[in-house]
């Protein structure tokens, strides 16, 4: 799909997430095939394999405190692992562990009803504040170029300013590659309040990328490379 189409239909932003998750896209099917040469390893072992990629997703959807969630999912996950039954379905049964940690750990914040009806919501899409700020006057890509001005840290650090029941599942959906159904059914609540809160949290997170180039002056070191 050519960029500015897609820029159109999903906004800005969403590769470099999509970018991030590619590093670690594989790590069901790798875990999934370690664990499969012996059915009766030991908890450290199994865990063990799950450390780095577990941590990298509890730093998406918890952000400063990912070693809290990650260490309360390897504790439960000690105390249930007799529940266990097929070591290759490891990887998901971690996830949803992590992710019942995360949902636990900001249970207060995702039954906190949205007070803006989804209608009302701003029509705001980064797409069209970058083609009528035209922040790189000098630049034939001008789009392409505001994102590669994010570093991976620059990303983490917007997706840590945004709510977390936004956050959540837009690094689910978007870079964990899970349907919404999935999604809905990990953090026990209804399709359409899914659906919701990734249409808010588009927009958020493009507002977010916005004003963090702002105030770091992302956009004035890309004029001053360009000058």
């Known amino acids: 799909m050519p960029f500015r189409l897609w820029a159109r239909n999903v906004g800005p932003g969403f590769v470099v997430l999509r970018s991030m998750a590619a590093a670690v896209s594989s790590k069901g099917q790798e875990v999934s095939r370690a664990v ?33 969630v990650v260490q ?101 959906v978007h870079m964990e590659g899970l349907a919404v159904k999935e999604v809905a059914r990990m953090l026990a609540v209804p399709e359409n309040t899914v659906l919701s809160w990734l249409h808010r949290g588009r927009k958020q997170f493009q507002e977010e990328m916005w004003d963090y180039a702002e105030e770091r002056e992302l956009l004035r070191e890309q004029e001053g490379v360009r000058r």
Not at 50 to 63: D, N
Not at 115 to 132: F, S
């Open 72 to 172: 309360s999912c390897l504790l439960k996950a000690h105390q249930g692992f007799d529940s266990l039954r097929d070591q290759q379905a490891a990887p998901a049964w971690f996830r949803q562990i992590l992710i019942n940690c995360a949902r636990d750990l900001h249970r207060k914040e995702l039954r906190r009803v949205d007070e803006t009806p989804l209608d009302e919501t701003p029509d705001y899409t980064l797409y069209r504040r970058i083609a009528d700020e035209d922040p790189l006057p000098y630049s034939e890509s001008v789009h392409l170029d505001f994102l590669h001005s994010f570093t991976e840290d620059d990303v983490w650090n917007v997706l840590d300013r945004l709510q977390p029941k936004y956050r959540i599942p837009l690094v689910l």
């Open 36 to 68: 499969s040469v012996s059915e009766d390893r030991s908890f450290s072992e199994v865990a063990r394999e799950q450390l780095p990629w577990l941590y990298s997703l509890a730093r998406r959807v918890a952000g400063q405190r990912a070693e809290d």
